[in-house]
């Protein structure tokens, strides 16, 4: 029998809580995932069950003491990377679970299997020592060339989704506890195209406090069923029960929102998007100014032809602080070399400012050059110009409450940053609009105004 606190027995003997970006789950989540497993699964004459990155083998043990029948007679077989860990759980379950030492992404099964069950490895592989799953650039290039959903910064848990699915024998489950990002987040584009064409998901959101104070990250439980093409539904599994939120049978991979009576009621009476209006452009990343020949780095001004880069400090609700913070600096002439929409003034965002994560808006007058998590809306005045509400009031209705509990509403606490995507999505309204949004949901208020 495998002791309980698997996490201090693996720290003794060298390995930590974030080796290899393992995070152990607690047996109260273990229990709700085992429970999410069909019945008819568990009554599978062959049944074979799969646990990657299987750690002291959380999983398997969990189904030994909910289902103890379908434990005895089901194939089981763990994978795990860890050559310290493989010994020890070798000496724990002995012939009872084949414990395979390799690694996930690149080991070749012979058979596929009927489920598979836990908690993939959850940081960006690289090489560098600022990641926590160390890699080598041949390995990555090797799960680059395997995984068809890699895209952009991927996460080592998308890869492990992608390959458990291809794992599956038809009509067979995977359930994953995995970080909510891939509901949302462009780097997950292609894997959400994969899991629609290829099964039926379901979604049980299981809050941000589950990995704490070990890790700071929202997360759901994933329930995918090869096969059976349904689309996506999404759960509030919080409590101990789960509680049913939607259904979208047509969904095809688009990002996953919550939703509430709140959010669809603005999506509804709100004639436009600010995608509808606006091109939204990303400020340039701190490695790209650090790598510019042309910006300087100072904590004093070089001199009065340069101006300060600024960045998401120097945005507040309404106004922007234009004086030196980043410590970078440009020239006047050379700001359009960073990014040709720095030319003329315009709306710039920030979201995720701390105590609401809501969106904080200003008009940039000065036309400054800006780096890191800030937006640039370039309007595109369009044929429907006249019937759009100025800029001034875009920018006070960005900063309003209304727009705060909007993003509260569809995307909780999945990121603290947001992308281009989720800013195009967030409904502009009308001042008359405003005002009834104002008289139906008083609560929004404290005493000030939109």
Known sequence: MIPQDTASILEKVGVSRRDMGMFFTPDEVVEKMVSLVSSHIWRREHLRILEPACGMCQFLMGIKRKVPDAYRHAEKV?????DVVVGMVRQ????????????????????????????????????SSHYAIRVDNETKKLYKQICQTWYGKYNMYGAFIEKSVNMLNSGGELIFIVPAT??????????????????????????????????????VVIKFVKGERGGVKLYDFTGSQPVFMFHNRHWTGEIITFETEFSLMLENIALFRIGDIFDVKI????????????????????????????????????????KPMSGYWVK???KLRLRKFFDKPHIVVGLGFRGDRGMGAAYDERAYPWMGDVYHLINRQGMFASEIPDESWIVQYLNSPIVSQYVKDVYREIVYHFNIAQIVSIPILTQDQVEYVRGRYRWLWTGDSA
């Open 182 to 219: 891939f509901m949302i987040l462009g780097d997950f584009i292609k894997l959400r195209k994969f899991l629609a064409q290829n099964g039926f998901l379901e979604i049980y959101y299981m809050g941000e406090n589950i990995f704490k104070p070990h890790a700071s990250v929202t997360a």
């Open 283 to 322: 400020s340039p990343r701190t490695p790209e100014i650090k790598k510019a020949s042309f910006v300087t780095r100072s904590d004093n001004s070089p001199g009065g032809e340069y101006v300060p880069i600024l960045h998401s400090r120097n945005l507040k609700r309404g106004y922007i602080i234009y």
């Open 92 to 127: 724990y379950v002995g012939d009872e679970i084949a414990v395979v030492h390799g690694d996930y992404i690149l080991y070749e099964f012979e058979d596929k299997f009927d489920l598979i069950i836990g908690n993939p490895p959850y940081g960006i592989p690289s090489p």
């Open 332 to 334: 006047e002439t050379d």
């Open 78 to 82: 763990g994978v795990e990377k860890n």
